[in-house]
Protein backbone atom coordinates (compact mmCIF):
# COMPACT_ATOMS: atom_id res chain seq x y z
CA UNK A 1 0.00 0.00 0.00
CA UNK A 2 1.65 3.18 -0.49
CA UNK A 3 1.18 6.13 1.63
CA UNK A 4 3.35 9.55 0.44
CA UNK A 5 2.92 12.85 2.79
CA UNK A 6 3.15 16.09 0.98
CA UNK A 7 3.05 19.71 3.64
CA UNK A 8 -1.10 19.18 2.85
CA UNK A 9 -1.36 16.00 0.46
CA UNK A 10 -1.91 12.70 0.87
CA UNK A 11 -1.39 10.57 -1.97
CA UNK A 12 -2.61 6.78 -1.12
CA UNK A 13 -4.59 3.71 -2.59
CA UNK A 14 -8.60 3.81 -3.13
CA UNK A 15 -10.77 2.99 -0.66
CA UNK A 16 -14.37 2.05 -0.99
CA UNK A 17 -15.29 4.88 1.11
CA UNK A 18 -13.82 7.43 -1.44
CA UNK A 19 -16.90 6.99 -4.28
CA UNK A 20 -18.72 10.24 -3.36
CA UNK A 21 -15.60 12.74 -4.03
CA UNK A 22 -14.37 10.48 -7.18
CA UNK A 23 -17.82 11.15 -8.58
CA UNK A 24 -17.77 14.65 -8.23
CA UNK A 25 -14.62 14.71 -11.00
CA UNK A 26 -14.99 11.66 -12.96
CA UNK A 27 -19.02 12.07 -13.42
CA UNK A 28 -17.28 16.07 -14.42
CA UNK A 29 -17.72 16.99 -18.35
CA UNK A 30 -14.92 19.16 -18.03
CA UNK A 31 -12.64 16.70 -16.37
CA UNK A 32 -13.17 14.11 -18.94
CA UNK A 33 -13.09 16.22 -21.94
CA UNK A 34 -9.25 15.99 -22.83
CA UNK A 35 -9.09 12.31 -21.40
CA UNK A 36 -9.62 8.84 -23.00
CA UNK A 37 -13.37 8.64 -20.98
CA UNK A 38 -16.59 10.34 -20.76
CA UNK A 39 -17.91 11.55 -17.89
CA UNK A 40 -18.64 8.44 -15.65
CA UNK A 41 -21.72 6.94 -14.36
CA UNK A 42 -21.83 5.71 -10.35
CA UNK A 43 -21.18 2.11 -11.39
CA UNK A 44 -18.86 2.65 -13.95
CA UNK A 45 -16.66 4.90 -10.98
CA UNK A 46 -17.33 1.94 -8.06
CA UNK A 47 -15.82 -0.28 -11.07
CA UNK A 48 -13.05 1.57 -11.15
CA UNK A 49 -12.06 2.26 -6.75
CA UNK A 50 -12.81 -1.62 -6.74
CA UNK A 51 -10.47 -2.95 -9.62
CA UNK A 52 -7.80 0.22 -8.80
CA UNK A 53 -7.92 -0.38 -4.69
CA UNK A 54 -5.30 -2.54 -4.93
CA UNK A 55 -2.75 -1.01 -7.25
CA UNK A 56 -0.01 0.33 -5.71
CA UNK A 57 0.25 3.04 -9.57
CA UNK A 58 -3.38 3.94 -9.12
CA UNK A 59 -3.91 6.57 -6.37
CA UNK A 60 -5.92 9.32 -5.23
CA UNK A 61 -4.63 12.61 -3.70
CA UNK A 62 -6.83 13.53 -0.44
CA UNK A 63 -6.29 16.87 1.46
CA UNK A 64 -4.62 16.15 4.90
CA UNK A 65 -6.46 18.84 6.39
CA UNK A 66 -10.16 16.81 5.92
CA UNK A 67 -9.39 13.59 4.20
CA UNK A 68 -11.43 15.07 1.30
CA UNK A 69 -10.47 12.92 -2.15
CA UNK A 70 -9.53 16.17 -4.75
CA UNK A 71 -7.78 13.66 -7.41
CA UNK A 72 -6.50 11.01 -8.64
CA UNK A 73 -3.06 10.44 -10.04
CA UNK A 74 -0.81 7.45 -10.63
CA UNK A 75 1.27 5.53 -13.20
CA UNK A 76 1.07 3.10 -15.89
CA UNK A 77 4.28 1.16 -17.80
CA UNK A 78 3.65 1.07 -21.79
CA UNK A 79 4.98 -1.44 -23.90
CA UNK A 80 8.24 -0.32 -24.32
CA UNK A 81 8.59 -0.14 -19.98
CA UNK A 82 8.55 3.38 -20.03
CA UNK A 83 6.79 4.97 -16.83
CA UNK A 84 3.99 7.20 -17.58
CA UNK A 85 1.67 9.47 -15.55
CA UNK A 86 -1.50 10.70 -15.58
CA UNK A 87 -3.59 12.60 -13.27
CA UNK A 88 -7.20 13.91 -13.29
CA UNK A 89 -8.16 16.78 -10.79
CA UNK A 90 -11.77 18.09 -9.59
CA UNK A 91 -11.95 21.24 -10.85
CA UNK A 92 -13.21 23.00 -7.77
CA UNK A 93 -9.56 22.61 -6.69
CA UNK A 94 -7.84 23.88 -9.50
CA UNK A 95 -5.83 26.92 -9.34
CA UNK A 96 -3.88 26.00 -5.48
CA UNK A 97 -1.20 24.63 -6.84
CA UNK A 98 -2.26 20.63 -5.26
CA UNK A 99 -1.53 18.89 -8.58
CA UNK A 100 2.05 20.55 -8.64
CA UNK A 101 2.56 19.27 -5.59
CA UNK A 102 0.66 15.65 -6.22
CA UNK A 103 2.62 15.67 -9.05
CA UNK A 104 6.25 16.53 -7.97
CA UNK A 105 5.69 13.83 -4.88
CA UNK A 106 4.82 10.97 -7.33
CA UNK A 107 7.87 12.00 -9.64
CA UNK A 108 10.23 11.87 -6.24
CA UNK A 109 8.59 8.24 -5.48
CA UNK A 110 8.86 6.88 -8.90
CA UNK A 111 12.71 8.13 -8.98
CA UNK A 112 13.14 7.04 -5.59
CA UNK A 113 11.45 3.55 -5.32
CA UNK A 114 12.55 2.51 -9.31
CA UNK A 115 15.86 2.67 -11.36
CA UNK A 116 14.15 4.12 -14.48
CA UNK A 117 16.04 7.01 -16.14
CA UNK A 118 12.66 8.82 -17.14
CA UNK A 119 9.39 9.23 -16.82
CA UNK A 120 6.80 10.56 -19.50
CA UNK A 121 3.59 12.69 -19.85
CA UNK A 122 1.39 12.95 -22.53
CA UNK A 123 -1.91 15.22 -23.15
CA UNK A 124 -3.98 16.38 -25.90
CA UNK A 125 -2.51 19.61 -27.13
CA UNK A 126 -5.33 21.65 -26.17
CA UNK A 127 -5.45 21.29 -22.60
CA UNK A 128 -3.11 23.92 -21.97
CA UNK A 129 -3.58 23.40 -18.06
CA UNK A 130 -1.84 20.29 -18.30
CA UNK A 131 0.84 20.52 -19.88
CA UNK A 132 1.48 23.54 -18.32
CA UNK A 133 1.36 21.43 -15.22
CA UNK A 134 4.24 18.69 -16.93
CA UNK A 135 6.24 22.10 -17.63
CA UNK A 136 6.24 23.40 -14.19
CA UNK A 137 7.21 19.44 -13.05
CA UNK A 138 10.53 20.04 -14.89
CA UNK A 139 9.12 17.54 -17.93
CA UNK A 140 10.96 18.60 -21.49
CA UNK A 141 8.49 18.50 -24.52
CA UNK A 142 9.87 16.23 -27.14
CA UNK A 143 7.52 15.34 -29.46
CA UNK A 144 3.95 16.09 -31.19
CA UNK A 145 1.66 13.31 -32.44
CA UNK A 146 -1.15 13.65 -34.80
CA UNK A 147 -3.95 11.53 -35.48
CA UNK A 148 -3.90 9.86 -31.63
CA UNK A 149 -7.41 8.78 -30.72
CA UNK A 150 -8.46 7.38 -26.96
CA UNK A 151 -11.49 7.13 -27.41
CA UNK A 152 -14.81 7.23 -29.85
CA UNK A 153 -18.11 9.72 -30.51
CA UNK A 154 -21.75 8.24 -30.44
CA UNK A 155 -21.46 6.61 -33.75
CA UNK A 156 -18.26 4.59 -33.12
CA UNK A 157 -15.78 6.48 -35.17
CA UNK A 158 -12.69 7.52 -33.67
CA UNK A 159 -12.28 10.88 -32.00
CA UNK A 160 -8.64 11.87 -33.83
CA UNK A 161 -6.49 14.44 -31.88
CA UNK A 162 -3.16 15.99 -31.35
CA UNK A 163 -0.69 15.43 -28.54
CA UNK A 164 2.45 16.30 -27.18
CA UNK A 165 4.79 14.10 -25.35
CA UNK A 166 7.20 15.00 -22.52
CA UNK A 167 9.67 13.39 -20.39
CA UNK A 168 11.51 13.88 -17.33
CA UNK A 169 15.09 12.92 -17.51
CA UNK A 170 16.64 11.41 -13.77
CA UNK A 171 19.39 14.20 -12.78
CA UNK A 172 20.82 11.39 -9.73
Given amino acids: MVDIRTARLIIRNYKESDLADIM ?5 EEVSR ?4 YPMSEKQV ?5 EW ?31 CIDYDFNPGYYGKGYATEAGDALIQYLFGMTDIDAIYGDCDVRNV ?14 KRFDN ?7 MGNPILI ?3 LYELKRTD
Wanted: glycine residues 6%; aromatic residues 14%; charged residues 30%.
Fill in 129 to 142: SSWKLLERLGFQRI
Fill in 148 to 154: QSYKNDA
Fill in 24 to 28: KYFSN
Fill in 46 to 50: RDIIT
Fill in 162 to 164: STY
Fill in 53 to 83: KAMDNRLVVALKENQVVIGSIGYWVDEEGHH
Fill in 34 to 37: YEDF
